[in-house]
């Protein structure tokens, strides 16, 4: 019972901080009238936090097998969630901006964590059961 929640609360909480901190406490600039490519990394964060945090929720429900392997596509997903802000889209190129300061640097160490703690949960799930 403790791997199956190790292995999913953190997916679920790291998701939904992925998807939401662009739009709350580590805000991107605003749209005024041309978006800039902080609005769109945000946008995109949205589906990816989603994404991870629905692979939480599945996981409560499955096999430890299977937990390995949604463990394996959070993993993934956490890491595009740090290349969205870095190498794909990137922020402001500003770099007294709030988007290139906080959004940034947020959304790198929430994937990060995401990364650490899917790991846990996958070496966890693939050890085998004790005996009593």
């Known amino acids: 019972m403790k791997n199956k929640l190790f292995a999913s609360i953190p997916s679920i909480v790291f998701g939904a901080l992925i998807a939401i901190a662009p739009h709350t406490f580590a805000y991107v600039c605003k749209v005024e009238k041309m978006p800039m490519a902080c609005h769109w990394t945000a946008q995109a964060e949205i589906g990816v936090g989603a994404l991870i945090a629905v692979l939480g929720v599945i996981a409560l429900f499955v096999a430890p097998q299977i937990r390995i392997g949604l ?62």
């Open 71 to 132: 463990n394996v596509a959070a993993v993934l997903g956490a890491l595009l969630a740090i290349a969205v802000p870095t190498v794909l889209i990137g922020v402001c190129p500003g770099a007294m901006m709030h988007c290139h300061m906080v959004a940034r640097p947020t959304l790198i160490v929430l994937g990060v964590l995401t990364i650490i703690f899917a790991a846990i949960g996958i070496w966890l799930d693939s050890r085998p059961a004790k005996r009593a």
